[in-house]
């Protein structure tokens, strides 16, 4: 596979349903995210979404929509979500190993703040769900690569 692309942001929030926050950098423990609240021992511990898909859907709603208010912990760019398929596995530095093990997932509608704000979300159709594999740290602007799971 080898294809590679950038963190354009790194994002966490301290509760579910609601717009993340930009970090400079982040620590990925067993778990996900540091301080994030999507963090735990399940499938779903850091989701991604590309740069691309928000500055689309910014541009036809002609809303302001910044990194992680769609509740993303990873914005992508450089490269087509669509290449994130389950069973794949994203490599960063020092190590660091994410599987892909979900592509988008159900609205929650108006229990979300997301979907209030927005009126309706992308990552039902374009999220990105992994799971860690190997602890690292992430900031932004680092490189990542999409490779094939051992």
Known sequence: MGKKFTVFS???SPEKGTEKTPVDSVTVTSAGFENDAHSGNWHRQ???L??????DFASRSGLTINPG?????ITTEGIDITLLLPG???TGPDGLRLEVTQVGKECHGDDCTIYRKVGK???PGRGVFCRVLTPGHLHRGTIL???EKD
């Open 69 to 73: 208010d769609f509740g993303e912990n």
């Open 121 to 123: 979300c992308i990552m």
């Open 46 to 48: 850091i989701s991604l």
């Open 88 to 90: 794949l596995v994203i």
């Open 10 to 12: 790194l994002n966490i």
């Open 145 to 147: 690569e999409l490779a």
């Open 50 to 55: 590309d740069r691309e898909s928000v500055v």
